[in-house]
Each structure stands twice: as structure tokens, then as C-alpha cells.
């Protein structure tokens, strides 16, 4: 019987190991271990990064901030080969551009990690601004779409055991105040996923959509406007995830042996749960 951690041993030759399950796991993971990582300067997408780095896969690693990304890029090219784009999500030429001009050896990929993205403010709907809207729809939603529709054939042609791993969030699962856009654009990510895999029958290409609540990173300076108290007290006292428990969650989800699909997976930190339904007791009866 072949366990995931099968597809994860360095181990012997192929020869050694002809007629073993294990050695089609093994095979699947050598063609091409090429990722794609969007939002790779902090949080989640830098620390997938080293994550995926330490197993020997390629990497191709983006952002905006060009600072952290040559210094994450130099850091990693160490331990494997990466290719480093400065890239603003939003802008769809220059992503066409980049994408189509990868270096060989990074133009088939076994796994894309949609990661990039954000939320701005907690404000009530009424009281929001339409530019931070904007902002989180064209970074969540059209970012998304676009790395997603122009890696799509490079992904297809790696085929079985490929995966598009989306980031998505409890926002979009359940509402709060304040999450008004930001949970609309991760229950896209949500539904764009499900729709995917249905596209993607037949090809071997693997789509998963992981919905984090509560962790912490500067997601959070983000969406405050760096603001460090509500930062700190966002967190204060609740063990909140870190980023290198979604980057191990991600290396768990691209390493399932290739007949498997994780759909969808919703984590909390323990100290998170529902808050139940708020009524509104100031209305006259
Ligand atoms: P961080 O703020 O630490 O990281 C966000 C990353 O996205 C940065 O690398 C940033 O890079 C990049 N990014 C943002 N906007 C753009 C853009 N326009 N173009 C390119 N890259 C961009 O936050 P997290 O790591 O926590 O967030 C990563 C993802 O996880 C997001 O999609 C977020 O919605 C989601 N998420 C976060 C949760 C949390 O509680 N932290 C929970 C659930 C989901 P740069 O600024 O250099 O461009
Ligand atoms: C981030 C998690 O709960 O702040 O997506 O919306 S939450």
C-alpha cells in the first residue's frame, strides 16, 4: 500500500523500485516540480516558498515590493532554482507578458498557489470606499483569474498531479460585519474552484481551495492601514495560525498522490469559532 509520504522520500532508483506504486508517485513528482507562487514577499506566499524550496521544487515567485522578492529570491536560489517576477496582479498585460516570456525550465508546472491578495478595512458597506473596494475585487478576484486563465495550459500540459491551489477565507464562507467585499471576493474564489475541476476532467489538473480563519501575518497591518494596535489586538491571546501551518497545509495538498482532489479545507485556529446570529433589539414592536 502506497502512503502519501511515499511521494515525499528521496529515495532509490526507479529501477529499484519498477512494479511499486510508489514508483509512479515518484515519476509524477520528477517531471516537472515546477510552482508558481503568487504574493510570495510575506505571509503565506514567503513562507510556501521556503516550504516548497526545502523539498527541491523549482520556484517562481512573485509580488510587487522588488526589495523582498530579490532578497527571498537569492536567499532560496541556494537550495533551488527560482525565478523571481515583480509583478502587480492587476496589471493583466504585464502578466501576460511575463508569463509568456518564462525562462525554459520554468514553463511547465506541477503546482500554482494563488496566494496574492487582501483585505482593506472593516468598515460597514455604507461607510466604505469604493477604491478599497475596487482594490480587493481587482487583486482577488481579476489577479486570480488572470494567473489562473494564463497558466492554465502549462499546468494541463504537466497533466496528472498537477494542481491550482486558491486561497480562499472563512470570509467566504460566512459573513461578519465589515467583510462585506473582501468575503464576496473569497466566495468567488470559492465557487471560480468548484467550477475549475469541472472544466478540468480529463486533464489530471487538481483544483483545491483552502479557507484559513484566523492567522496571523500582515494581512492584518494591511486591512488596518498599518495600524499596529488593532494589529496586536486582532491576535492578543488567541494562538492565531501561523504562516508556516498554511505553508505545510499547501506542501500536504500538492504532495496527495495524483488520483486524489482535496476540494476544499477550512481551518481555524481552536481558539476561533462562530459567533452565533446577532439580533437587532432596538426595533419597536
Ligand atoms: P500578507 O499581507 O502577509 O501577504 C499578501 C501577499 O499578497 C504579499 O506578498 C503581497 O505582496 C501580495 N499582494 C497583495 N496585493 C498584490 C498585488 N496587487 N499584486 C501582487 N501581489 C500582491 O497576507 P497573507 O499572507 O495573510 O495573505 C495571503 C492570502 O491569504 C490573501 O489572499 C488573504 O486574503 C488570504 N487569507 C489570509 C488570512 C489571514 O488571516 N492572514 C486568512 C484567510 C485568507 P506585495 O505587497 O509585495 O505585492
Ligand atoms: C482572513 C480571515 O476572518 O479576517 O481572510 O476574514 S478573516
Not at 474564489?189 to 480563519?213: A, K
Request: hydrophobic share 40%; with cysteine; glycine share 10%.
Amino acid at each position: 500500500m502506497t502512503s502519501y509520504f511515499d511521494t515525499l522520500l528521496p529515495g532509490p532508483s526507479e529501477g529499484m523500485l519498477q512494479g511499486l506504486p510508489m514508483t509512479i508517485h515518484r515519476e509524477e513528482q520528477s517531471m516537472t516540480s515546477t510552482v508558481f507562487i503568487t504574493g510570495a514577499t510575506s505571509g503565506f506566499g514567503e513562507a510556501t516558498a521556503r516550504r516548497f524550496a526545502d523539498a527541491g521544487w523549482k520556484l517562481v515567485l512573485t509580488g510587487r515590493r522588488k526589495e523582498r522578492l530579490d532578497a527571498l529570491c537569492a536567499e532560496l536560489s541556494a537550495k533551488t532554482e527560482v525565478h523571481g517576477l515583480v509583478l502587480d496582479v492587476r496589471d493583466r498585460k504585464a502578466m501576460e507578458q511575463a508569463i509568456a516570456t518564462l525562462p525554459a525550465g520554468f514553463d511547465k508546472l506541477r503546482g500554482l498557489v494563488n496566494n496574492a491578495g487582501l483585505a482593506l478595512g472593516v468598515d460597514a458597506a455604507q461607510n466604505c470606499s469604493l477604491d478599497d473596494w475596487e482594490t480587493m475585487v481587482d487583486t482577488n478576484i481579476k489577479g486570480l483569474m488572470y494567473t489562473t486563465r494564463l497558466l492554465l495550459p502549462r499546468l494541463i500540459a504537466h497533466g496528472r498531479g498537477a494542481s491550482i491551489l486558491n486561497v480562499g477565507s472563512v470570509a467566504g464562507n460566512y459573513p461578519y460585519p465589515g467583510s462585506n467585499v473582501y468575503g464576496g471576493t473569497k466566495a468567488f474564489v470559492g465557487q471560480f474552484s468548484l467550477s475549475l475541476r469541472c472544466d478540468l476532467r480529463g486533464t489530471g489538473v487538481r483544483v483545491s481551495n483552502i479557507e484559513p480563519g484566523l492567522c496571523e501575518s500582515e494581512f492584518s497591518l494591511v486591512r488596518f492601514g498599518g495600524d499596529q494596535a488593532k494589529y496586536d489586538a486582532t491576535y492578543a491571546g488567541a494562538e492565531p495560525i501561523q504562516p508556516q501551518d498554511i505553508a505545510e497545509t499547501i506542501f500536504w495538498i500538492l504532495n496527495q498522490p495524483a488520483h486524489i482532489n482535496i476540494n476544499s479545507l477550512e481551518l481555524m485556529p481552536v481558539s476561533q469559532d462562530w459567533a452565533g446570529f446577532s439580533i437587532d433589539r432596538s426595533v419597536k414592536g
